[in-house]
């Protein structure tokens, strides 16, 4: 990865760094081959307006330590980083100099799989959380929306092998998406490494039965 790379997109009220080339070309590939047949992949409901449907897309959620993840009304229990997603773990964690807790992993195995707006604040996350977004496989568009000026849209193709980095209050001030599409396409990874503090840490000196 090659860090002049690093484009930064100057969104307002937001920190957002995106890394065209973060991964190889071959590292991507093997990653993508890796993932998609080393991770148990899983499809939750989800309530909209009182209905039950099917979640767009097929998630999976890993983590250092128990702590669970919610989001809309689904909680996850991860699994322990191993393979080739803890590889990629070690690999940003060593150039962004970050240390991440967990990850969110996304398949979207076709144009209608997507994911609605919505922004990475839970309660969970802390103030000012910072998401690093890994993308393998089908390039897919994300847009952004400001939450308070409607006239403020930003839109970026996230290429096979990037990362987007968001930092600071970007959660607070910006809404994103992965829209449907109807051409024809291939299926698509991403991983959303975060940080979500440990409730209940037991002291170094305490014995576990």
């Not at 995106?18 to 992949?41: M, R, T, V």
């Not at 449907?53 to 229990?77: C, D, H, V, W």
């Not at 390039?139 to 403020?152: A, C, N, Q, V």
């Not at 449907?180 to 698509?188: A, F, G, L, Q, S």
């Amino acid at each position: 990865m090659r860090l002049l790379d690093a484009q930064n997109l100057n969104m307002k009220d937001a920190d957002v760094i995106y890394y065209p080339n973060f991964f190889s070309k071959n590292e991507a590939d093997d990653y993508f081959k890796k993932l998609k047949s080393q991770i148990e992949w899983q499809q939750d409901e989800i309530k909209v307006f009182g209905k039950t449907y099917n979640q767009p897309r097929l998630t999976a959620f890993f983590g250092i330590n128990k702590e669970p993840y919610s989001y809309s009304n689904i909680t996850m229990y991860p699994t322990l980083f191993g393979g080739a997603i803890l590889d990629i773990k070690n690999s940003i964690e060593l150039k962004l100099n970050i240390s991440f807790t967990s990850c969110l992993a996304n398949l979207y195995r076709d144009g209608k799989d997507s994911n609605g707006w919505h922004a990475d604040n839970e309660k969970s996350l802390g103030k000012n959380p910072t998401i690093a977004s890994v993308t393998f496989g089908e390039e897919r568009p994300f847009h952004f929306k400001h939450k308070g000026d409607k006239t403020l849209k930003e839109k970026i193709i996230l290429k096979h092998g990037s990362l987007l980095l968001m930092q600071g209050a970007t959660q607070d001030n910006w809404l994103h998406q992965i829209p449907k599409t109807t051409r024809i396409i291939e299926p698509r990874i991403n991983l959303t490494f975060r940080i979500i503090p440990q409730k209940n840490r037991v002291p170094s000196n305490s014995v576990l039965s």
